[in-house]
Nanobody, 120 residues
Framework: QVQLVESGGGLVQAGGSLSLSCAASGRTISISTMGWFRQAPGKERELVAAVTSGGRTDYADSVKGRFTISRDNAKNSVNLHMNSLKPDDTAVYYC??????????????WGQGTQVTVSS
């Protein structure tokens, strides 16, 4: 199994910043991609940002230029730094991985997530 533990969420005013962290443990051999997802009330979970083991990054259009994803391969951790936050960014944020154990698909189990609330 893979364990995913997210931290760093909170309440922030619009325009503010937050940083999220995630540590992966367990069957973390050969992690190819690490990513951050979010799920707002009444909406489907969506991929926000992802980073490959080689450092290539991809972002959802809604967060480009505002969010930055980074990872520490040695620690199997991934971070998400969020700037210029908007009320629409309010959601529970989850991290996930793709690796040899998951057949290089997103792992099908989720951590507890971390709540991000942006007030207007």
């Amino acid at each position: 199994q893979v364990q995913l533990v997210e931290s760093g969420g909170g309440l922030v005013q619009a325009g503010g910043s937050l940083s999220l962290s995630c540590a992966a443990s367990g069957r973390t051999i050969s992690i190819s991609t690490m990513g951050w997802f979010r799920q707002a009330p009444g909406k489907e979970r969506e991929l926000v940002a992802a980073v490959t083991s080689g450092g290539r990054t991809d972002y959802a259009d809604s967060v480009k230029g505002r969010f930055t994803i980074s990872r520490d391969n040695a620690k199997n951790s991934v971070n998400l730094h969020m700037n210029s936050l908007k009320p629409d960014d309010t959601a529970v944020y989850y991290c996930n991985i793709r690796n040899y154990y998951t057949d290089y698909r997103w792992y099908d189990s989720w951590g507890q997530g971390t709540q991000v609330t942006v007030s207007s």
